[in-house]
């Protein structure tokens, strides 16, 4: 579905990827873990687009999206919800969702998608006209995710999603994610909440360096000691 082929990223001279191969498999989970600093953000930018690697390829359904614009990814049927959610905080709930399906096939279906995702997330129904700004931490993830959905992906990357929120809602976070990928949308998952990240996920692949050094079932990766203590932080 979605393959890596000897990818290569830099920052000017700094390299952040390294000939990095992996496969995406159709609806799955593919959880990306390893310690701060491993590419994890680098790897889902470049996938989305947002940034063009000096080297490999990236293939979507077997056509060739290296070089194409970060709309041309969304078209792709890939979105990312980026690490810190990136919102419009000025603008309402539903004018953030406007913008993710702002695209002619998605916005075809806005009506549709916007019911998908407040059955999803339903707290957010009655904040549709409130700015996004004044939302909670856990609310503005419900955004960001929703205004990704609206997009109307076949492969949705999440960049940390769990990330400063309360224990109570990180634990509705990973539900809401499961039941997306139920619906058919492949996930690639960036997460160092480890544990529950691995629980959650069909395969596991362990970035250090910006070199994948592991991947695999998750529950074979968390019984190899070298991994868990190295890279898994457990």
């Given at each position: ?43 889902v ?94 609310q ?66 362990v970035?250090?360096?910006?070199r ?8 074979e ?14």
């Amino acid at each position: 579905m979605l393959e890596l082929h000897g990818v290569t990223v830099a920052y000017g001279q700094a390299r952040a990827l390294w000939d990095v191969s992996m496969q995406v498999r159709p609806r799955e989970i593919l959880c990306v873990v390893g310690p701060n600093g491993a590419g994890k953000t680098t790897l889902v930018n470049t996938l989305a687009g947002i940034l063009r690697p000096v080297s490999g390829r990236i293939v979507m359904d077997g056509n060739d999206i290296t070089q194409l614009a970060p709309h041309r990814h969304i078209e792709a049927g890939i979105a990312l919800v980026p690490e810190g959610r990136r919102l419009f905080t000025g603008m309402t709930v539903a004018e953030n969702f406007d913008v993710g399906s702002i695209l002619p096939a998605a916005k075809a279906k806005r009506r549709k998608t916007l019911e998908e995702v407040l059955a999803l997330f339903p707290a957010l129904r009655a904040k549709l006209d409130s700015p996004a700004g004044d939302l909670s931490g856990g609310q503005q993830q419900m955004v960001a995710i929703g205004r990704a959905l609206m997009a109307r992906p076949r492969v949705l990357l999440l960049d940390e999603p769990s990330l400063g929120l309360a224990p109570m809602i990180v634990a509705d976070m990973f539900a809401a994610i499961e039941k997306i990928n139920a619906g058919g949308i492949t996930i690639v998952l960036v997460e160092q909440n480890v544990a529950t990240a691995m629980r959650i996920s069909d395969r596991a692949c362990v970035l250090e360096l910006g070199r994948v050094v592991a991947e695999g079932l998750p529950d074979e990766l968390m019984e190899r000691p070298e991994i868990r203590q190295a890279y898994l932080g457990v």
